[in-house]
């Protein structure tokens, strides 16, 4: 099966790089993406791993099927409706430059600045009441966890971090920059990205890759086949530094024997890639099983995690998953090996309305994220990029944490509507 998850990978990725397609569609994102993950998955170097049940399978193809079928209709609503239009990246530059233009940068940077000075602020105030960096700790991983919650305001504030990283990218590609501008943007951009490395995080720093990868392929030139290249090394590398120094405590072998997976001697060092990426599957399948079974203590819980994120703003998490025993966003009940919460998005539509549910609300976001996609390559403007641009994130990610039960990915849409002055402070 490995070959020919692969192969669909390249066909998918191929067509497009030979046709002029658009690599960053929704549908061409999650094909690829699956398409490369399942491929790895097939290679079962794990003893974690079983044969799926019937339903697992029923679920996830269906949940497959859905999100392209509704990509597809959105597509086809274009071609009905926009009968002659063709894709050219050199007409969406062009829009997104006169777009830029009229665009108030100063007010921009001012919103850019709050980010990053709050970052700051919350960063010192962690590391002052914690007494160290992440990075720089002999546990690293527990560390990480009591910097971020050193108090509820720097918990908040640690979250500006990502978002002025992303914001000055835009600001980077966008605005019509002077050099004493984009030297600032560019330094304090890189303070920002150094001291969020520090904490030995990984999820907020794919966002922001995906995000000014997106920028990059609209606003500047369409991804080829070496910038695909050079944004896989870059994702290895990344994923394989912040997994080192968390485990710097332990040895590869004893993780190796922990995660049950058979590598060479020479490879052992890739057992962490492997392992993050085959538990998800194999969580949902464990999961889906221990549910049929009756033995997974979560009832269904009719549209609780689609409303974590205000929830948890308001404090009323805690307690409604108290009350009526819901699931957390860890998974603890439904996963293989303690440290691997994870599991792919069909799991988290389960849950929450059934089999059902996960059909119908797939389509719907497949729908639903492909108007969006067809609307900005139509009329493109600098803020609906931008937004396709932070919306894709939840594509790419779904397999690994669903974007859309996180606060901070909210907090993210806030700050941008009030940077592009869809929000009024004035």
């Given amino acids: 099966m490995t070959w020919l998850y692969l192969a669909i990978l390249l066909v998918t990725v191929g067509t497009a790089l030979y046709r002029g397609g658009d690599l960053l569609s929704p549908a061409r994102v999650y094909i690829a993406l699956y398409s490369l993950l399942l491929a790895l998955y097939s290679l079962k170097l794990s003893k974690l791993q079983t044969p799926w049940s019937a339903s697992s399978h029923l679920l996830f193809w269906g949940a497959n099927a859905m999100f392209v079928s509704g990509a597809f209709l959105a597509l086809l609503m274009r071609k009905i409706k926009f009968p002659g239009f063709r894709l050219e990246f050199g007409r969406i530059r062009a829009c997104l430059v006169s777009d830029a233009a009229g665009m108030d940068w100063q007010w921009f940077y001012r919103i850019f600045l709050i980010c990053v000075c709050v970052y700051l602020a919350s960063f010192a105030i962690s590391a002052a009441l914690t007494g160290g960096i992440p990075v720089f700790a002999k546990k690293p991983d527990d560390a990480r966890l009591a910097f971020f919650s050193a108090t509820g305001l720097t918990n908040y504030g640690m979250f500006f971090g990502p978002m002025a990283l992303m914001l000055g990218m835009e600001m980077?590609?966008?605005s019509p920059k002077t050099e004493r501008l984009r030297r600032r943007v560019m330094i304090l951009g890189g303070i920002v990205l150094l001291l969020y490395i520090s904490l030995v995080t990984r999820y907020d720093i794919f966002r922001f890759?995906?995000?000014?990868?997106?920028?990059?392929?609209?606003?500047?030139?369409?991804?080829?086949?070496?910038?695909?290249?050079?944004?896989?090394?870059?994702?290895?590398?990344?994923?394989?530094?912040?997994?080192?120094?968390?485990?710097?405590?332990?040895?590869?072998?004893?993780?190796?024997?922990?995660?049950?997976?058979?590598?060479?001697a020479n490879l052992a060092w890739a057992s962490g890639i492997y392992a993050y990426i085959a538990n998800d599957f194999w969580n949902f399948d464990y999961a889906i099983r221990k549910f049929e079974d009756g033995v997974g203590q979560y009832p269904l819980q009719y549209g609780f995690s689609l409303v974590r994120a205000p929830l948890y703003l308001l404090h009323l998490e805690g307690g409604i998953e108290s009350a009526f025993g819901f699931d957390t966003i860890m998974n603890e009940s439904s996963i293989k090996l303690k440290g691997f919460n994870t599991i792919i998005y069909v799991w988290h539509f389960y849950k929450d309305f059934g089999a059902i549910g996960v059909y119908l609300i797939t389509l719907a976001f497949g729908l639903v994220i492909s108007f969006y996609y067809q609307n900005t390559i139509l009329r493109p403007t600098v803020f609906r990029v931008s937004m396709w641009a932070l919306a894709l994130p939840a594509i790419v990610l779904c397999y690994h944490a669903p974007l859309w039960e996180l606060w901070f990915f909210y907090m993210n849409i806030l700050v941008m509507l009030t940077a592009h002055r869809k929000i009024s402070l004035t």
């Fill in 172 to 174: 980077l590609i966008f």
């Fill in 209 to 264: 890759l995906i995000y000014s990868v997106a920028l990059y392929h609209y606003g500047i030139k369409p991804l080829q086949a070496k910038h695909l290249a050079m944004g896989a090394f870059a994702v290895l590398g990344i994923f394989m530094i912040a997994f080192l120094v968390r485990i710097n405590s332990d040895s590869i072998e004893t993780f190796n024997e922990m995660v049950k997976v058979r590598m060479p």
